[in-house]
């Protein structure tokens, strides 16, 4: 029986060997990694220390805010008795400043994203006159900033008669010219031409294959138009304040800009831990939105994912 020794291979003189070739590749990486980790770390410092300062504010007296180091918790604690004086201030005003706040931003993201789907479809998968003009409008309204149409809106919503009512902050909302160019771009490659014309040639109807077919695989873009909506109609302020006289049809964000007035003007009702109240009121308005986020980021991120990619 023969035995074949193997034979190494040569190595030129100005090649590494590769344990030192790996080596270097390991070290070149090291130093590309660490501008970057430290990039992050400050994007990271940059985001979460906001939100730290709102979490250690809300356990402090209007008193310590002013007094004690604002990255540090105080020497007495008292954030449950804040945020059940927050909820009781006012005859318990501020729940339903928040039970506004998520019918108004609810009501919205979900019926936004419902005619964003419906429009984005219809201009992904339909050929009409004045097709292209119509999206470019649409790109158009992208670039309008919301409040250069607050006060026409106002207009408008004065002459109809829906000033001072919820639909005055529901309605405006449910118009998304980001959503449907999101929408648009999603359907022409999550929704398959050959499905569709199969669901035609089985003798489906237009508004049947959108409901029971287009909607299903549109589901993750539906998710993150929801998202965006959410957070804008939460957010919103200058609307509603131009829209609402009654604070008790109110949003959390110009509920608590009433507080934050009483308390630097010292007006009737304001109690002399009310700038307390409006930092705990901040820190509990955000808490569903991280909820929200938490939620639905798997859905939120898969259709990014497929909407970015070429079937």
Do not use: C
């Amino acid at each position: 029986m023969t035995t074949v020794t193997p034979v190494p291979s040569p190595v030129s003189p100005g090649h590494p060997l590769p344990a030192e070739a790996h080596a270097r590749r390991r070290s070149s990486a090291r130093r590309r990694s660490t501008p970057l980790t430290i990039a992050m770390l400050a994007v990271l410092a940059y985001f979460l220390l906001p939100l730290f300062w709102l979490l250690v504010a809300s356990t402090k007296s209007t008193q310590d805010l002013f007094n004690s180091f604002g990255l540090w918790f105080s020497h007495a604690p008292r954030l449950l008795s804040n945020i059940h004086a927050t909820f009781t201030q006012d005859d318990g005003v501020f729940g339903r400043w928040l039970l506004n706040t998520v019918m108004y931003a609810g009501v919205s993201a979900l019926g936004a994203a419902l005619l964003a789907a419906a429009a984005g479809y219809g201009f992904a998968k339909y050929r009409f006159r004045g097709h292209g003009a119509a999206f470019n409008l649409v790109l158009g309204a992208v670039m309008i900033p919301t409040t250069a149409l607050a006060i026409p809106t106002y207009l408008l919503f004065a002459k109809a008669g829906l000033v001072n009512t919820p639909w005055a902050v529901i309605l405006p909302s449910l118009i998304s010219p980001f959503g449907l160019y999101l929408m648009r771009i999603y359907a022409e490659d999550a929704v398959p031409d050959s499905l569709v014309e199969a669901a035609r040639m089985d003798g489906a109807g237009e508004l049947r294959i959108f409901v029971t077919i287009a909607l299903r695989l549109l589901a993750p873009g539906l998710v993150t138009v929801i998202l965006f909506t959410l957070v804008a109609t939460w957010n919103n302020y200058f609307l509603p304040l131009i829209m609402l006289n009654d604070p008790n049809l109110y949003p959390i964000t110009v509920g608590l800009s009433s507080w934050a007035a009483q308390a630097q003007n010292g007006g009737a009702g304001a109690s002399s831990d009310m700038l307390a109240l409006v930092v705990t009121g901040s820190l509990i308005s955000i808490i569903p939105l991280v909820l929200a986020f938490l939620l639905l980021q798997r859905y939120w991120q898969s259709g990014l994912a497929t909407g970015g990619v070429k079937q």
